[in-house]
């Protein structure tokens, strides 16, 4: 089962693997979101502790996420009345509605595509994997989490505006960049370049590093 679990596991700047599956909202399938980003994330079981905190915050922040042309697609190996159940739970005990699709994956087809089976965590549950899809259907950041611990939705706002932002602009951006901060200008691929790069108006360290503002 580990061979076929780790054939053929996604890579960042490749398609996404295409998927067509049952969701608590009807069928989905990956060209649906042409057009948009998408954010296909996976949790371990419905009815976990870890796991509603985190449907929660996703719940919390999906109006966000969609004004930034983002859309939510959750996933775990359960059934589609556990998910529809779960959600209505959810609504129950914590008085949040869960406006976005999740993929009922019995057979383990989208988690095994996506890599988010681990056996040395579990055979038959997804870990908390996170993946960032762009408008052309490319992959552009997966993020993993143990199935202990919970991720942070607010940093995956700021890593979703940071590439947004890196590819309107052909920047890069430093550590911990929000908006508003300054971004980092693509160094030099020349000796002339490197050496023009100190005149060029930037806020240049060193030939290698130059910020500037948007």
Known sequence: MEDLINAGLPRINEPAP???TQTTHGIRKLEDYRGKWL?????????????????????????TFEKM??????LSIDSLFSHLAWVRNIKEKFDVDVPF???EDIKMEVAMAYGMIHPGA??????RATFFIDPDGVLRAMVYYPMSNGRSIN?????????????????ATPENWTAGCK????PPKTAEAAEKRASEGYETVDWYYSTKSL
């Open 69 to 74: 042309n983002c859309e939510l697609l959750g």
């Open 101 to 103: 699709p999740i993929i």
């Open 155 to 171: 940093e995956f706002l700021r890593l979703l505006e940071a590439m947004q932002t890196s590819d309107a602009n052909g920047v």
């Open 183 to 186: 971004v980092i200008v693509p």
């Open 18 to 20: 295409a998927f067509n």
């Open 39 to 63: 954010i296909l994330f996976s949790h371990p079981a419905d009815f976990t502790p870890v796991c509603t905190t985190e449907f929660i915050a996703f719940s919390q922040a999906a109006n």
């Open 122 to 127: 579990n055979d038959t549950q997804a870990v």
